[in-house]
């Protein structure tokens, strides 16, 4: 990895000593400039575990990415900082109980103050990095959770996210062990990332959600929601809401319109 070449892609221009205020500002830096995505699974595209991919493809190709592609890609540029980091497996908090292990990846970081979570691949997570203590925690306007109930750990999102969030345990694993569901969720027809693309990013004052073709705003002031008019609109809530600039725009648009369209035929 190139560090520096990293550090522009998310605009850091910190420090770069192991220490919390550090992992702390690179997580931020991170989550407001890169946005977490999966429109490569809807262009037809294998999405690998992979470090070096990673790296290629949201730093050097300037795109976004999924959990496997931002954590992985988050972890290698924390150890070439000299962070202790480990990767960890988790579940999603669904309404009808966890979906697999291994779901979602994450990280958790050794410091002198503790252990904390970091987590770039979530789409709404904290900002800054969470402890692995019980309580509640502000970031911005949300408020984030971390409760414990043997042998699990849950990271408990805001009231107004569209995930519970997630529970893990403190298994260290490797990145291998994701394959399997990695697989899976980008080529099984019931996986929600195949069905829908999905676009989210998030910074202290606004997450912003593209869900098919409908753009969704969260302020402190509450939740404004619009459907995207035709592909000269999605073009450019791409480019100014996720920092994307996507040459296959067109070819995609006219997918996710046409799933809209059935979405609402459906609906009546």
């Not at 407001?32 to 949201?58: C, F, M, Q, V, W």
């Not at 971390?146 to 999102?157: E, F, G, I, L, Q």
Request: net charge negative.
């Amino acid at each position: 990895m190139q560090l520096e070449t990293y550090f522009k892609r998310i605009g850091y221009t910190g420090t770069r000593e192991p220490t919390l205020a550090v992992l702390n500002a690179v997580q931020e830096a991170h989550l407001k400039s890169i946005p977490y995505e999966n429109l490569d699974i809807h262009l037809g595209r294998t999405l690998p575990i992979s470090e070096t991919r990673a790296y290629e493809k949201i730093v050097l190709e300037q795109r976004g990415g999924w959990c496997y592609e931002m954590n992985s890609l988050f972890a290698w540029a924390l150890r070439e900082m000299g962070f202790v980091v480990q990767y960890h497996s988790s579940a999603v908090l669904r309404p009808n109980g966890l979906t697999p292990d291994g779901d979602h990846l994450i990280l958790l970081v050794q410091l002198e103050e503790g252990t904390f979570l970091a987590d770039v691949g979530f789409g709404d997570g904290s900002i800054p990095v969470l402890p692995l203590q019980q309580g509640t925690y502000q970031s911005g306007f949300l408020e984030y959770g971390m409760s414990y109930t043997a042998p699990y750990w849950t990271m408990h999102n805001p009231k107004q996210s569209n995930t519970a969030g997630f529970a893990f345990t403190l298994e260290p694993r490797q990145l291998k062990f994701f394959q399997e569901r990695c697989t899976d969720l980008q080529t099984n027809a019931e996986s929600g990332f195949v069905r829908t693309t999905v676009c989210q990013r998030i910074t202290r004052e606004a997450l912003y959600t593209l869900r098919g073709a409908v753009l969704g705003e969260l302020t402190a002031s509450g939740k404004t929601e619009r459907t995207l008019k035709n592909m000269a609109d999605y073009q450019k809530v791409l480019l100014e809401k996720f920092n994307l600039e996507l040459p296959e725009a067109p070819m995609l648009w006219e997918k996710i319109w046409a799933r809209h369209l059935e979405w609402v035929n459906r609906l009546g």
